[in-house]
């Protein structure tokens, strides 16, 4: 998420300016009987924004407006790509939003879901440091990983051998035994429902970088653990990528896959109480 073109794209820019103006707009001036069109709800265990501190929803907004109308950079994904989670988004928010990774498109992300809680999940704590420094709103963690992408065709014979991979099991915090578990998250990440996460890092581009099989393992295994209403939207960027494909596959399915753009692919995962005890 991290990694931006150098090069500006004003009709990008546009664009993008263009879906966050809209969002604001649309969330001072239309209202419903209970929220604003930027604060509708689905999960019943959603919460507002808990970083702790009361930001402004409005500034929020002008905010991510000011940066990416004055940014050199712009967001790794481009505007198809980014169009599927904001429809998604708008229909959703305030939800629970987990977004693995930290990057200059994060203020897009958690202005998309002002009135709701997003949490970012970076694996480099400087980086967290940096972002943070310029968007000190956004709410980041910092996560280690046990997994490098050189290791992605042996942790699929790891997950079809070691119990505590099964689906049937199906837990993260704690499950030391599951390379591809990621058991030490902080608290929070495991006592709530997501109602969507997006998986565009950790880095998967060169060999010792830890690859995204545990984010994508760990996303299926959230979305399979859900006990309220609904599906868990996942979206899965750099889908171009084969082991993002072969993850994808094995632990998201092909058959929740309900709309695929450029590199990123939208799944809608139902709780394992529909499905029974197998991913796929």
């Known amino acids: 998420m991290r990694h931006?073109?150098?090069e500006k794209s004003w009709c990008f820019i546009i664009a993008l300016v263009g879906l966050i103006g809209g969002a604001l707009f649309m969330s001072m001036f239309l209202k419903t009987s209970s929220n604003n069109w930027i604060l509708?709800?689905?999960s019943n265990n959603k919460a507002p924004n808990d970083h702790?501190?009361?930001?402004?929803q409005q500034q929020i907004h002008l905010d991510a407006i000011l940066h990416y109308a004055t940014s050199r950079v712009i967001p790794q994904q481009n505007i198809d790509e980014i169009r599927i989670s904001f429809d998604v988004l708008?229909?959703?928010?305030?939800?629970?939003f987990l977004v693995?990774?930290?990057g200059h498109d994060s203020q897009?992300?958690?202005s998309f879901n002002s009135g709701g809680n997003t949490l970012f999940l970076e694996e480099d704590p400087k980086w967290v440091e940096a972002i943070l420094k310029d968007a000190p709103f956004l709410h980041a963690v910092t996560v280690k990983y046990r997994t490098m992408l050189s290791e992605a065709d042996e942790l699929v014979e790891h997950y079809h051998k070691e119990p505590d991979c099964s689906a049937k099991k199906s837990f993260l915090r704690g499950n030391h035994g599951c390379k591809l578990a990621l058991d030490r998250l902080p608290d929070e990440v495991y006592d709530k429902e997501w109602d969507l996460i997006m998986i565009d890092a950790p880095r998967g581009y060169f060999a010792e970088a830890p690859g995204r099989m545990a984010a994508i393992y760990s996303a299926a295994v959230m979305a399979r653990n859900r006990k309220g209403?609904?599906?868990?939207?996942?979206?899965?960027?750099d889908v171009d990528r084969k082991v993002e494909k072969i993850y994808a596959e094995l632990f998201l399915c092909r058959k929740y896959l309900v709309k695929g753009v450029g590199r990123i692919w939208h799944f809608e995962i139902p709780p394992a109480s529909n499905?029974?005890?197998i991913f796929c």
């Open 4 to 6: 931006l073109k150098p």
């Open 90 to 96: 708008k229909n959703q928010t305030p939800c629970n």
């Open 275 to 277: 499905i029974g005890n």
């Open 52 to 56: 702790g501190k009361n930001w402004n």
């Open 100 to 102: 693995f990774g930290l």
């Open 229 to 237: 209403k609904g599906v868990t939207h996942v979206f899965l960027h």
């Open 108 to 110: 897009m992300w958690a």
């Open 40 to 42: 509708c709800s689905n």
